[in-house]
Protein backbone atom coordinates (compact mmCIF):
# COMPACT_ATOMS: atom_id res chain seq x y z
CA UNK A 1 0.00 0.00 0.00
CA UNK A 2 1.48 3.40 -1.00
CA UNK A 3 1.61 5.98 1.97
CA UNK A 4 2.81 9.64 2.44
CA UNK A 5 3.38 10.26 5.96
CA UNK A 6 4.03 13.51 7.11
CA UNK A 7 4.60 14.76 10.21
CA UNK A 8 6.90 17.78 12.27
CA UNK A 9 4.23 20.72 12.02
CA UNK A 10 2.87 22.74 14.94
CA UNK A 11 2.81 26.03 16.66
CA UNK A 12 5.61 28.25 16.29
CA UNK A 13 6.16 31.71 16.60
CA UNK A 14 7.50 34.34 13.59
CA UNK A 15 11.46 33.90 13.10
CA UNK A 16 10.85 30.62 14.84
CA UNK A 17 12.16 27.03 13.07
CA UNK A 18 10.35 23.86 12.30
CA UNK A 19 10.99 20.66 10.17
CA UNK A 20 8.84 18.92 8.66
CA UNK A 21 9.24 14.97 7.45
CA UNK A 22 7.68 12.45 4.90
CA UNK A 23 8.29 9.08 5.00
CA UNK A 24 7.16 7.01 1.84
CA UNK A 25 6.24 3.48 2.03
CA UNK A 26 4.68 0.57 -0.62
CA UNK A 27 6.97 2.34 -3.17
CA UNK A 28 10.00 2.87 -4.49
CA UNK A 29 10.29 6.61 -3.70
CA UNK A 30 14.14 6.78 -4.65
CA UNK A 31 13.37 7.45 -7.88
CA UNK A 32 10.46 9.64 -7.34
CA UNK A 33 10.67 13.67 -7.75
CA UNK A 34 9.88 14.52 -4.09
CA UNK A 35 8.10 17.90 -3.29
CA UNK A 36 6.29 19.77 -0.40
CA UNK A 37 3.11 21.89 -0.96
CA UNK A 38 1.30 24.53 1.07
CA UNK A 39 -2.18 25.22 0.94
CA UNK A 40 -2.97 28.35 3.23
CA UNK A 41 -6.55 29.40 4.58
CA UNK A 42 -8.90 29.84 1.52
CA UNK A 43 -6.24 29.65 -0.81
CA UNK A 44 -5.00 26.82 -3.68
CA UNK A 45 -2.34 24.27 -2.62
CA UNK A 46 0.98 25.79 -4.28
CA UNK A 47 4.60 24.13 -4.26
CA UNK A 48 6.81 24.91 -2.26
CA UNK A 49 9.81 23.15 -3.02
CA UNK A 50 10.96 20.31 -4.65
CA UNK A 51 14.11 18.55 -5.49
CA UNK A 52 14.88 15.50 -7.63
CA UNK A 53 15.65 11.53 -6.95
CA UNK A 54 19.47 11.93 -6.35
CA UNK A 55 19.28 15.62 -4.57
CA UNK A 56 21.30 17.07 -6.70
CA UNK A 57 18.35 19.26 -8.26
CA UNK A 58 16.21 21.60 -5.78
CA UNK A 59 13.80 24.09 -7.00
CA UNK A 60 12.04 26.55 -4.66
CA UNK A 61 9.24 28.77 -4.21
CA UNK A 62 10.08 32.53 -4.84
CA UNK A 63 8.58 33.21 -1.12
CA UNK A 64 10.67 30.82 0.84
CA UNK A 65 13.91 31.10 -1.16
CA UNK A 66 16.62 31.61 1.59
CA UNK A 67 14.96 30.32 4.53
CA UNK A 68 13.32 26.75 3.56
CA UNK A 69 15.80 23.84 2.59
CA UNK A 70 14.22 20.70 0.67
CA UNK A 71 16.98 17.39 1.69
CA UNK A 72 16.00 13.79 1.08
CA UNK A 73 17.48 10.62 2.63
CA UNK A 74 16.86 7.86 0.32
CA UNK A 75 18.23 4.76 2.95
CA UNK A 76 15.40 5.99 4.83
CA UNK A 77 12.64 6.90 1.97
CA UNK A 78 12.43 9.95 3.67
CA UNK A 79 12.34 13.68 2.09
CA UNK A 80 12.60 16.86 4.69
CA UNK A 81 11.77 20.44 4.53
CA UNK A 82 13.45 22.69 7.34
CA UNK A 83 11.80 26.13 7.74
CA UNK A 84 14.19 28.82 9.26
CA UNK A 85 12.85 32.16 9.98
CA UNK A 86 9.04 32.09 9.53
CA UNK A 87 6.76 33.94 9.02
CA UNK A 88 2.82 34.54 9.75
CA UNK A 89 2.18 34.02 5.53
CA UNK A 90 3.67 30.46 6.01
CA UNK A 91 0.83 29.11 7.78
CA UNK A 92 -1.00 26.22 6.37
CA UNK A 93 -1.21 22.70 5.55
CA UNK A 94 2.07 21.24 4.17
CA UNK A 95 1.33 18.05 2.04
CA UNK A 96 4.32 16.04 0.83
CA UNK A 97 3.76 14.69 -2.93
CA UNK A 98 5.76 12.09 -4.91
CA UNK A 99 5.50 11.90 -8.80
CA UNK A 100 7.01 9.71 -11.30
CA UNK A 101 4.33 9.09 -13.97
CA UNK A 102 1.85 8.81 -11.67
CA UNK A 103 2.06 11.09 -8.38
CA UNK A 104 1.16 10.15 -4.56
CA UNK A 105 -0.34 12.74 -2.19
CA UNK A 106 0.24 12.55 1.82
CA UNK A 107 -2.62 13.44 4.47
CA UNK A 108 -0.74 17.04 5.23
CA UNK A 109 0.70 18.51 8.38
CA UNK A 110 -0.68 21.59 9.57
CA UNK A 111 1.78 24.62 10.51
CA UNK A 112 0.77 28.16 12.11
CA UNK A 113 3.18 30.74 12.43
CA UNK A 114 1.23 32.98 14.99
CA UNK A 115 2.40 34.80 18.06
Known amino acids: QVQLVESGGGLVQPGGSLRLSCVASGFTSSIYVMSWYRQAPGKERALVASINSNGGSRNYADSVKGRFTISRDNAKNTVYLQMNSLKPEDTGVYYC????????WGQGTQVTVSS
Open 97 to 104: FAVRGAGY
